[in-house]
């Protein structure tokens, strides 16, 4: 592994120099006569690493401070025989039964009282500091076993931290949060004023009043409280897993160490977390984000890719989607012949440097029996051991060519930001997260090839074009000189709604919004409010209209609530600013409906050699289209293809010039692409003029172009 500095950035590179292609093994699922065998199939398909051990504490201590690893260093061996080295899990996500029935108190508990039990899985209290005590003894054991293996390269973190529950109202966990705040505020007059305690009398004399934010008791909690909760559990969360990483750092500092993460949830991925780590690790299922219906699934893919990558760089799948998906709650649909090839292409487009297919084989027993794998129950190869085999040798042969490269941006969307997202979770009022509310323009941008991702103020945003913050209403003073030095040197900069609203306690602030923003933006927002989403039906109120009463069918909530851009009305929802622009900013866009008919709702001012606008509502599909295509012309934003033909996704990765162009058809037709350029196809290793390329159903092109 690359020794290199572990600073976060979406452009960062997994420090890497082998791309690692595998599947997640259990041994312990099957006889160990299938070692063997497996171990030959996996690498014939071309895989170099397999990941094991995440569910097996069990196994490796089957009684306290007695160890047995003789099952996987039997199956270590033999899948390193075949050049086939492993991926090691801590396996704290399933304590085993003797742990948990000796010591109950390190259970879960919910909200509602209710206690975690055992028979599942994340059901213990990673809060708890005896259970903290425990995960450190396995982890210590297994390094201290591992230490000098060769075939062990690297280790992830326990499983999915939070994915299945996140939250615990524990006597430990009560305890954690009073200490996390003592260290926060250090006097107890501080977290008053932080909280607003005069507000309902919310005052406190010690930080032993303090009590967990529990959900409508009887009506909503203090909002601070609430999102210094969860910034307890994001740090509890960090705190956990960096006791294992100090271990296994400690023990061997050659190992790489990364963590797959599922479902982001109490997660700062821009934190501790991901500093603790050498990249981060990210489970790719796109038919869980898209259960119902096959269309979009590839666009959601495509953002939390794109979000994952925003917050600390390129990144390993420990678990791409193979067959369909299956717990006792739920099923997937299946991932039609070349699909399961298109999403791994698709991963690598947007920054994967490692994607092992989960799961090797379906298990036989358990709660994932219809969780298919690479094999199917009956240990046959059939499509999806040769499509997976397909691509592991393609990726083999252009390995070299991928690592070390970056996905190229023209166009960043603020974010990834734990506390944004937090600080509009505590007090919603019904809005969309900045993350949703940001889905609009990258959908925009997605459907027409124009690169654009998830990029964080203090990254490098000067490698930008256009740079869109959605409403973060939780705004740092150390933020605005980087926008204003964007700026200045010609970026174009786009400023939602309620951004710079709040004061980092997540109050009101005292200011006319957007407050720290405002010289920048040249604007002050001098009344706002809630409106229907753009989706809402109609309003009696709405409907009893002289149109109505004409026997005219009455106008949308859609159309009640526009903006016209120029000569286009579009729809707005969500919110609404009247704006007051000062001397020498233009107005861009007016509302035209209501009380608010002819107030400025858009505006723009020019400063250095950049331009600044500001928006005074969330982002619709129509209002993305109007208010963005003549910004992206006028700051030299372009498609990476032009034309592109619906379904198919195109991403660049890039280094010294060198450019990696993907071109993906997400589709189940094939399609025809009229104008690519010239270059090299390094899926297979043919040499194209620039002109036309015909993909085949799901069918993939890696471009290679020279500097």
């Known amino acids: 592994m690359k020794k290199t500095e572990r600073s976060l950035s979406a452009w960062r590179p997994m420090p890497l120099d082998t791309f690692l292609l595998g599947v997640p093994h259990y041994p312990e699922h099957v006889d160990r006569s299938f070692l063997e065998r497996d171990a030959d199939r996996i690498a014939d398909a071309g895989f170099n690493v397999v990941r094991m051990g995440e569910f097996a504490w069990n196994l490796f201590e089957p009684a306290l401070g007695q160890f047995d690893f003789g099952l996987f260093d039997e199956a270590i061996a033999v899948f390193g025989s075949r050049g086939v080295r492993t991926l090691m899990c801590t396996p704290t996500a399933t304590p085993p039964r003797w742990l948990t029935a000796s010591e109950p108190d390190l259970l879960r508990v919910t909200a509602a009282g209710t206690t975690h039990r055992h028979g599942s899985r994340q059901h213990a209290d990673t809060t708890n500091q005896h259970f903290r005590e425990h995960s450190r003894r396995i982890t210590g ?104 990483v100090e271990i296994l750092r400690s023990v061997n500092p050659d190992w790489f160490i990364t963590h797959n993460i599922g479902v982001i949830r109490d997660i700062d991925m ?167 509310a940001a889905i609009p323009l990258h959908r925009y941008c997605y459907e027409r090839g124009i690169s654009c991702g ?144 002819g107030t400025p709702a858009i505006t723009r001012r020019r400063n250095g050699r950049g331009t600044v606008v500001y928006a005074g509502t969330l982002l619709t599909p129509e209002l993305t289209a109007a208010l963005f295509a003549p910004l992206f012309e006028a700051a030299g934003v372009e498609p990476l293809l032009a034309d592109l033909p619906p379904g198919v996704e195109v991403t660049c990765r890039e280094r010294d010039g060198s450019r990696l162009l993907f071109i993906l058809n997400t589709r189940a037709g094939p399609v025809a692409l009229a104008s690519v350029p010239a270059g090299t196809d390094l899926v297979t290793g043919r040499v194209l003029d620039r002109g036309r390329l015909v993909l085949e159903p799901y069918g993939c092109a890696v471009l290679q172009q020279a500097a």
């Open 454 to 597: 998830f990029v964080h103020p203090e990254d490098a945003i000067g490698r930008l074009k256009l740079y869109f913050v959605p409403h973060w209403v939780m705004w740092e003073p150390r933020w605005t000189p980087l926008l204003a030095r964007f700026v200045e040197d010609g970026g174009t900069l786009v400023v939602g709604a309620r951004t710079g609203a709040h004061t980092p306690d997540n109050h009101m602030i005292a200011d006319t919004p957007p407050g720290e923003l405002r010289a920048l933006c040249g604007t002050a927002v001098v009344e706002f409010g809630p409106l229907p989403p753009p989706d809402a039906p109609a309003l009696q109120s709405d409907i009893d209209t002289p149109a109505h009463a004409a026997g005219r069918p009455a106008e949308s909530s859609r159309r009640r609530h526009a903006i016209t851009i120029g000569h286009e009305q579009v729809p707005a929802g969500w919110w609404y600013e009247e704006l007051a622009p000062d001397d020498g900013t233009e107005i861009l866009g007016r509302w035209n409906s209501r009380f608010l008919a």
């Open 270 to 436: 821009r934190g501790d977390f991901a500093r603790d780590l050498d990249f981060l690790g990210y489970d790719i299922y796109p038919f869980l984000k898209d259960e119902r219906l096959r269309e979009g699934h590839a666009f959601l893919q495509a953002l939390h890719i794109d979000l994952v990558r925003g917050a600390a760089g390129n990144m390993l799948v420990p678990e791409q989607q193979s067959g369909f998906g299956s717990q006792p709650g739920f099923a997937t649909v299946v991932p039609e012949p070349g699909e399961m090839r298109r999403m791994a292409y698709s991963s690598i487009a947007r920054g994967a440097d490692g994607v092992m297919f989960f799961r090797w084989r379906p298990a036989h027993f358990g709660a994932e029996i219809y969780w298919m794998g690479i094999l199917d129950h009956d240990d046959q190869c059939r499509r999806r051991y040769a499509e997976a085999s397909r691509f592991a040798h393609e990726v083999g042969r252009m390995a070299s060519a991928v690592l070390g490269t970056s996905v190229s941006l023209d166009v960043g969307i603020a974010g990834p930001d734990f506390e944004q997202e937090e600080a509009i979770k505590a007090y919603s009022l019904g809005l969309p997260t900045p993350q949703d």
């Open 141 to 244: 054991a297994m390094a201290q076993h591992y230490r000098a293996n060769p075939d062990i390269i690297g280790w992830q973190t326990d499983n999915e931290l939070n994915t299945s529950y996140s939250e615990s109202f524990s006597p430990s966990a009560t305890a954690g949060f009073r200490s996390f705040l003592r260290d926060r505020y250090a006097r107890i007059e501080r977290l008053n004023l932080a909280w607003g305690g005069r507000f309902w009398a919310q005052d406190y004399d010690d930080f032993e009043q303090v009590e967990l934010p529990y959900p409508m008791t009887p009506v909503a909690s203090n909002p601070t409280q609430v999102l210094d909760y969860h910034r307890y559990l994001a740090h509890a969360t960090a705190m956990f897993q960096r006791d294992q």
